[in-house]
């Protein structure tokens, strides 16, 4: 079990609520990026939780309705992929992680941030490098992040059948670089991400 050596740190320097924040989706070539932002009872147990890279998508998927229910507060925060193209996808990523807070219930006065930069939150907080795998709290917001926005894709897998999205969920895999080259590029799509690419079709 991944112990609340964060959480703790924080309760000792005089905060209450402290949030956990993730995201997920940085890397695609389609659809939004998604973050997440959730504040855990320290020492609750949920077994197996940890990193969501590091768990198969079946045990991220049984894990997220247990962290809904032990969770004092949650929030997710999208942004969408003209927000990514606007602004770049850190940018992007940090407004998803400001919205994620702003849509808590029970608004946090710290935050753990997964990562070595810290969002513009109105609220104090720390970046913790690699934290999905040290802070249970950023642990749980990586997986409610990933499955949030895995979700999305799968429901575009039913309107773009021929994109395979629920395989590689908006990824730049061959399959998906493939299905672009045979069907153009979608308005899901984020053109920023995919300049290089039709820049070299254009000269082949």
């Known amino acids: ?42 020492g609750c147990q949920l077994e197996g939780l940890n990193d969501s890279k590091k768990l198969s998508e079946k045990k991220r998927e049984s894990l997220f309705q247990p962290i809904l229910s032990q969770a004092l507060s949650y929030g997710i925060g ?35 941030v997964d990562g ?16 999905d795998g040290k802070s249970p709290s950023i642990a749980a917001a990586s997986i409610l992040a990933k499955v949030s926005r895995d979700r999305l894709l799968c429901e575009w897998d039913q309107k773009y059948p021929q994109y395979g999205f629920a395989k590689h969920k908006g990824y730049g895999t061959k ?19 995919l300049k290089k690419y039709k820049e070299k079709s254009s000269v082949e």
Not at 86 to 93: D, G, K, V
Not at 118 to 128: D, V
Request: aromatic share 8%; proline share 7%; with cysteine.
């Open 78 to 112: 999208w942004a969408s992929e003209a927000e990514i193209d606007e602004l770049n996808i850190l940018q992007a990523t940090f407004l998803a992680m400001c919205r994620a807070v702003e849509a808590m219930e029970l608004p946090p006065d710290y935050a753990l």
């Open 175 to 193: 399959a998906h670089y493939a299905a672009i080259r045979e069907y153009g590029v979608l308005p899901v799509h984020r053109q920023s991400f």
């Open 116 to 131: 070595n930069r810290m969002p513009a939150l109105a609220i104090p907080g720390k970046a913790i490098v690699k934290g």
């Open 1 to 42: 079990m991944m112990e609340f050596f964060y959480e703790e740190e924080a309760l000792t320097q005089g905060f209450h609520s402290i949030c956990g924040i993730d995201e997920a989706g940085r890397g695609p070539l389609a659809g939004p990026v998604c973050a997440a932002a959730v504040i855990l009872p320290v």
